[in-house]
């Protein structure tokens, strides 16, 4: 059995965006309500000059973990109409890791998601 779940939760959360190329910056305090800041690579145009490429997509990510249904993620409120109004795209994502099983699932959080909770 994992001991420190929310831990594990974070670095394979992290393994699992460099497995597939994106850059993954973890939160030196912790206090916002985002665990990561991820980019992702740009899609180079060849017909572009350099300073004319578009940039890589960004995205902010919480991670939250649990071992058993129900896969509920808690969140301060606070925390919650922060990622509603980030200008990134906002992530939740839950790792669930229990009984021999693992799986990661991913909502996009935005303000019509709050509006209806």
């Known amino acids: 059995m994992i001991q420190r779940l929310p831990d594990f ?4 959360s992290a393994a699992l965006c460099a497995e597939a190329g994106v850059v993954c910056n973890p939160s030196k305090q912790d206090e916002l309500g985002w665990d990561f800041f991820i980019q992702y690579p740009s899609r180079r145009d060849p017909l572009k000059p ?3 490429q578009p940039a890589g997509d960004e995205a902010l990510v919480q991670v939250k973990s649990t071992r058993a249904e ?3 993620a808690r969140m301060k409120l606070s925390n919650a109409l922060r990622a509603a109004q980030a200008r ?6 839950l790792v ?6 693992q799986a990661v699932y ?9 509006e209806r909770t």
């Not at 939760?9 to 394979?12: G, P, S």
């Not at 990134?88 to 994502?93: E, G």
């Not at 669930?96 to 099983?101: L, S």
């Not at 996009?108 to 998601?113: E, I, Q, T, V």
Request: hydrophobic share 50%; no cysteine; aromatic share 16%.
């Open 88 to 93: 990134q795209p906002f992530f939740v994502v």
């Open 50 to 52: 350099a300073d004319s």
């Open 70 to 72: 129900p896969f509920v």
């Open 106 to 114: 991913a909502k996009h959080f935005w303000r019509a998601k709050i």
């Open 9 to 12: 939760a974070e670095n394979h």
């Open 96 to 101: 669930v890791a229990g009984g021999g099983t």
